[in-house]
């Protein structure tokens, strides 16, 4: 068991060389059965053991992980919190999520580097004006902060900018205040110190290779570790949420692709806030340590792979430079890729599956990471309750056969687009 951690623990250890912290979570060998197993140590998996233990009193958990934890996107992201959404089925969902952001460096007693230093989205046309007050006025109408900002107003925070670049002007923003950015693996380290002390076990090196049925329903789990049985069983693999599934003879509207992400050397303060490039696709903020850390749009073909390729980096790079055409001679210091699992309508899915027992928590396509908190939520009280949430309700599986999608980019069918 670890103990809190506290500005006395930290002035205790700082004059005892530091040789009294332990582990944050133990390296738990598999048991033979558990009440509940969770394949996938990323976020998700790890929010969602922790509100298994911590809200619905289920302890007998395992977190099952194939490499080790953070290794997955919840290491790899760009940190983007929001929940700036249009559409009724997202915004409760994604307000839920900020909400227990707010909240979560308290509940965990761990520092998450939570910095709600506000989403910017640019606006460069009439007609993204529109969209933005739209979006400003469904959120507002919800609750939730916006501000519409004038080209002014973006001056003052974005100095730096190219306003009037002839093919994309800058005429605005849409400010999300609250938004911001919260330290990744800091995240799946809180959330797995969280449930470990809460009785969870977190089993690493331990890939699911199939699953065991009988009649239908779960009995278990093969892995890599040995058999482990269990008559529920929660899938949050994110990227590899295809592959998982298919192991239990199911199909899923969900494409995995490659999105990249790329760290700057380190610079002095000149980005304040996250800022979204709307003519292009193209997002940025600035680490505590200096460096920009951005990204844009999906590798144009499925992966696999937790690497991308050159053309894409040339084409966000490109996009950086048409908003911030001063940065042309900054070094980029690193790269790297994670998969994402791109649903049909850029939504995710949050439902049991066909097979009994079986649970999915999938198709959250690159912006899966400010859902972390409430994806946990919501998914543990599916798998505790076997009824779905009123914040996740409109992530049902079913909906794809029902037409009843939440395409919050009015994209269409084409997950590339998303
Ligand atoms: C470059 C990049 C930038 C992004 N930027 C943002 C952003 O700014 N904001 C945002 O909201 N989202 C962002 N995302 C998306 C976000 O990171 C993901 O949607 C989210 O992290 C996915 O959930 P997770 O954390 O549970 O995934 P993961 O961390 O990938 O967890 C899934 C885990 O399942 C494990 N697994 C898979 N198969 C098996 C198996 N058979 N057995 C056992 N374990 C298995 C994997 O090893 C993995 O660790 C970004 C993603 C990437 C790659």
């Excluded at 998982?244 to 000149?270: C, N, Y």
């Amino acid at each position: 068991m670890t103990r809190r951690y506290s500005i006395v623990r930290l002035l205790r250890e700082s004059v005892r060389g530091n040789r009294g912290w332990e582990p944050a979570w133990r390296d738990a060998e598999p048991r033979r059965s558990y009440d509940v197993v969770v394949v996938g140590g990323g976020g998700h998996g790890l929010a969602t053991a922790y509100y298994l233990a911590k809200v619905h009193g289920v302890r007998n958990v395992a977190v099952l992980e194939k490499g080790w934890i953070g290794s997955g996107n919840v290491g790899r992201n760009t940190t983007i919190i929001r929940s700036n959404y249009l559409l009724p089925g997202n915004v409760p969902f994604y307000e839920w999520s900020m909400k227990l952001w707010e909240g979560l460096e308290q509940d965990l007693n761990y520092n998450a580097m939570v910095s709600q230093r506000g989403v910017l989205n640019l606006l460069h046309s009439d007609a993204q004006r529109d969209a933005a007050v739209r979006r400003g006025n469904a959120m507002r109408l919800a609750g939730i902060d916006s501000e519409l900002l004038d080209v002014a107003a973006v001056r003052r925070l974005l100095p730096m900018a190219d306003f009037d670049n002839a093919r994309f002007p800058i005429r605005g923003g849409l400010l999300q205040p609250r938004g911001g950015t919260v330290r990744h693996d800091a995240v799946a380290w809180g959330y797995a110190r969280g449930a470990d002390q809460l009785g969870v076990d977190i089993v690493q090196n331990c890939e699911v290779v199939g699953f065991r049925q009988e009649g239908g329903a779960i009995t278990g789990v093969e892995t890599t570790r040995g058999f482990i049985g269990t008559r529920r069983v929660g899938l949050a693999c994110a990227g590899n949420s295809s592959r998982v599934v298919a192991m239990a003879g199911l199909r899923l509207p969900i494409e995995s692709h490659v999105l990249q992400a790329f760290v700057s050397e380190g610079l002095k303060p000149l980005i304040p806030c996250v800022v979204t490039f709307g003519a292009g696709h193209f997002y940025v903020s600035q680490s505590d340590k200096g460096g920009l850390v951005f990204g844009g749009d999906i590798d144009g073909y499925n992966s696999y792979a937790q690497r991308g390729n050159l053309p894409t980096v040339e084409d966000v790079c490109e996009g950086g430079i048409a908003l911030l055409p001063s940065l042309g001679r900054v070094r980029m210091l690193r790269s790297w890729g994670g998969i994402m699992d791109m649903s049909m309508d850029g939504s995710p899915i949050i439902d049991r599956t066909a097979v009994t027992g079986l649970y999915l928590n999938a198709g959250w396509c690159y912006g899966g990471f400010k859902a972390t908190p409430a994806s946990g939520w919501c998914f543990a009280h599916l798998l505790a309750t076997d009824s779905s949430h009123e914040v996740s309700a409109a992530y049902r599986l079913d909906r794809f056969a029902a037409g009843r999608v939440i395409d919050e980019k009015g994209q269409g069918a084409h997950p590339n687009r998303h």
